[in-house]
């Protein structure tokens, strides 16, 4: 089947469960809001699927490959990561260019380099960052490296995005820019994107589904409209009312 699965997932740190999802399942070309208190293991659900966390148990049904996570071989791993775009919640630049910083994901890939050029300049369009295609990446504001970071993951066209709180740091104008980016990279690639997110208005605008995530667990998953508008657990509902105890 076409979608995106995990099932029987725990994460252990220290003797410690910090993650346990025995089955959560994500549609193709949908977008997902994920939501919950800080610590209750969104950005390790991201990084476990990203394949940058090895979890103590757990599959992974990534459209249509199927792969047991304990034992997954590097290679194996890198060919599922090479499909995915994952933005973490800081990105680093590469000291190199805006241009290069972008097109570095194409070149491992060995793609032509015309082709490169015009991906690449494309997706600086698309984050209204041509101008500063030759400015040096680490010198940019805050807000104009989270836009790199997503033009890096967009510019291959990965089948997934994951994106980790991207616009919890940004000024508004800069957060616009953001969700129209994610809009247009949906509308035109129907991406699965997967996206951790604070800001419940930014989830309502954006995603058609969301996961409460509390303590490890998914407490809740269902389309964004009953999600706000008729949380079934009081853990959901203290949440939106802002009584969530941390
Ligand atoms: N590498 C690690 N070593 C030990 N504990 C970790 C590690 N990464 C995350 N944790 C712990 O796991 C829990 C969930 O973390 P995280 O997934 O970052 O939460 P969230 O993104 O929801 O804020 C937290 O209690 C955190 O301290
Ligand atoms: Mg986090």
């Known amino acids: 089947m076409t979608e995106l699965r995990v099932s029987d997932l725990t994460v252990t740190y220290d003797q410690k469960t910090i993650l346990d999802v025995p089955h959560a399942s994500f549609e ?13 293991g969104k950005s390790t659900l991201l990084r476990v699927i990203n394949l940058l966390t090895q979890p103590a148990s757990g599959h992974l049904h990534f459209f249509g490959v199927d792969v047991h ?20 919640q800081k990105p680093s630049m590469f000291h190199s260019s805006v241009f290069d910083n972008v097109a570095q994901g194409l070149r491992y890939r060995k793609l032509p380099r015309e082709t490169i050029r015009i991906r690449v300049e494309d997706a ?18 805050g807000g104009e490296m989270q836009r790199i970071a997503l033009a ?16 919890a740091s940004l000024d508004p104008s800069n957060v616009a820019i953001f969700e129209r980016v994610i809009q247009s990279i949906h509308a035109m690639h129907k991406t699965t994107i997967l996206m951790v997110t604070h800001n419940l208005a930014q989830a309502k605008r954006l995603t058609h589904a969301c996961l ?8 809740e998953a269902s389309d964004t ?21 941390y």
Do not use: W
């Not at 996570?69 to 973490?88: D, K």
């Not at 409209?225 to 105890?245: C, K, L, N, W, Y």
């Open 152 to 167: 890096r993951a967009m510019v291959y066209e990965p089948v997934l995005l994951l994106l980790d709180e991207p616009t």
């Open 28 to 40: 193709c070309g949908r977008i997902y809001g994920i939501i919950g208190p800080s610590g209750s």
């Open 69 to 88: 996570l304990p034992s997954l071989s590097h290679r194996e791993g890198l060919s599922l990561q090479r499909q995915m775009g994952f933005v973490p």
């Open 124 to 141: 600086l369009e698309k984050v209204d960052l041509t101008h500063a295609a030759n400015q040096m990446a680490n010198t940019l504001s």
């Open 212 to 219: 409460f995530v509390h303590k490890g667990r998914i407490l």
């Open 225 to 245: 409209e009953p999600f706000f508008h008729s949380p079934e657990t009081q853990e959901v509902q203290d949440f939106m009312a802002g009584r969530m105890i």
